[in-house]
Structures are given as C-alpha cells and as structure tokens.
C-alpha cells in the first residue's frame, strides 16, 4: 500500500517553498506596446495634432489609436506603417526612436559579450 491511501493529494510545488521575492528595486524591460505607444503619442502632440486628425489620415479608428497609444493594443506592422505615414514619418522613423526608447529604460545589466553576427566562438 503507498503512502498516499489516506485519501489526501500529495502537492509537489512548482517553485521553491521559500523562494525569496524579487528584489523592488529591480526595474522592468519595458514592454515594445507601451515604448512605441509612447513615441507615436510624443509624435502626435509635438505637431499639436489631435487623435481623430491622425486617426483619420492613418485610416484607423479613434478608439484604436488611443488603445495603441496608450499600450493596451499591439498593433500590427501595417496600423504602425499608416500611424506613422499620417505623422509624416516612416516606419523606421517610429521603430528607430521606440529603440532609442527602449535603451534609454531598459534595465542596465551586465551582459555576457557577444560574438559578431556569422562569427563562432569557440572555448578555450
């Protein structure tokens, strides 16, 4: 007879018992909906422009553009190319400054050196 014929479940826990919690003060990666958000809506008021003017030229909803805005939509490539395309910019104009973003927030951390891309390195 096993151990577990008194009826009750055995719980095996998926993470350490007393695993301590993670550090307050350790920041976040910023998430690339809430990055690209923030530029296309820094974008949008630098040129004083309201949300239906740009939603309207973008050919997209009000509502969406403010969701997209706001980081509580992702939106596709194509609503990014024709938010951008209605500010004046291109897509790449958008992706380059959500990186500069993303590196300006981005946790500092001490990361591991890289090899060039196409160059293998191999252990000493």
């Given at each position: ?115 060039p891309m196409g160059e293998v390195r191999l252990a000493a």
């Amino acid at each position: 007879m096993s151990s577990h014929a008194t009826g009750r479940a055995r719980v095996i826990p998926l993470r350490p018992v007393h695993a301590a919690p993670a550090p307050a003060a350790a920041a976040k990666e910023p998430l690339w909906r809430d990055v690209v958000g923030d530029v296309l809506r820094r974008e949008r008021t630098a040129q004083r422009r309201t949300l239906k003017d740009v939603a309207e030229a973008a050919r997209i909803s009000m509502p969406y553009l403010s969701e997209i805005e706001r980081g509580r939509k992702e939106a596709s490539s194509e609503v990014l190319a024709a938010a951008a395309r209605s500010l004046g910019l291109g897509l790449a104009d958008v992706l380059s400054l959500a990186q500069d973003e993303i590196a300006r927030r981005a946790p500092s951390r001490t990361a591991p050196a890289r090899a060039p891309m196409g160059e293998v390195r191999l252990a000493a």
